[in-house]
């Protein structure tokens, strides 16, 4: 009479199953446990580098592998409008290019006097803002953009200089029958006219401009 043989893991006789490195019991070796990327035995990790502010961040990666490469290139921003020496009133568009190899964060609209506009970063590349000048003197204004990557890197843009201009309409009412006659102006009468006896005027001036004298 033979000894009978050992017992596999699946508790047969002479059986072949064995188990793998994750605990499974069978006799298929295409099936066995095998070690992920992160050194996990039957792991599904996809490694990468994790880090989206890095140049080589991969997107599916689930477990950083060390690959990362830090970035360190800054990113371009313009105004692109309005453009330098150009008259601006009212509520004005400003538009801007900001780009990078990584990503924009944010984007800052300053002017002489200090941010007017902070625009948050996006796949786009070219963005814009309103500006109000209408809270603002008739001056010459300075304005320049400050861009931020996803990396911390910051690039601030050329100065462009335009010149605010709003202007006022005022009506002046005749309620008598007699000419009236106005001078508009700063230091000297610089608009002189009439109105008409029991007629209206309309003037448009400048904001600031000055006072106005009736006879």
Not at 51 to 57: M, R
Not at 110 to 137: K, Q
């Amino acid at each position: 009479e033979t000894d009978p043989e050992p017992e596999d893991c699946s508790g047969m006789e002479g059986g072949t199953a064995y188990v793998d490195s994750c605990g499974t019991c069978d006799d298929d070796p295409s099936n066995d446990c095998v070690l992920d990327c992160s050194g996990e035995w039957g792991g599904s990790n996809v490694c990468g580098c994790t880090d989206n502010t890095a140049t080589n961040y991969d997107l599916t990666a689930t477990f950083d592998d060390g690959s990362c490469i830090a970035d360190e290139v800054p990113p371009s921003v313009a105004i692109t409008s309005p453009t330098g020496g150009s008259q601006v009133s009212e509520v004005t568009s400003i538009q801007f290019t900001a780009n990078d190899n990584v990503g924009i964060d944010k984007t800052e609209i300053y002017t002489s006097s200090g941010i007017i506009a902070t625009v948050n970063g996006t796949n786009d590349v070219v963005y814009s803002t309103d500006w109000n000048t209408n809270t603002l003197d008739n001056q010459d204004v300075n304005l320049y953009a400050i861009a931020y990557d996803l990396s911390g890197n910051v690039t601030t843009s050329d100065i462009v200089t335009v010149s605010i201009y709003n202007t006022v309409t005022i009506t002046f009412e005749s309620n008598c029958f007699l000419q009236m006659a106005f001078q508009f102006g700063k230091d000297t009468p610089e608009v002189e006219d009439y109105i008409d006896a029991e007629g209206n005027y309309e003037i448009e001036v400048e904001k600031g401009y000055g006072t106005a004298t009736f006879q």
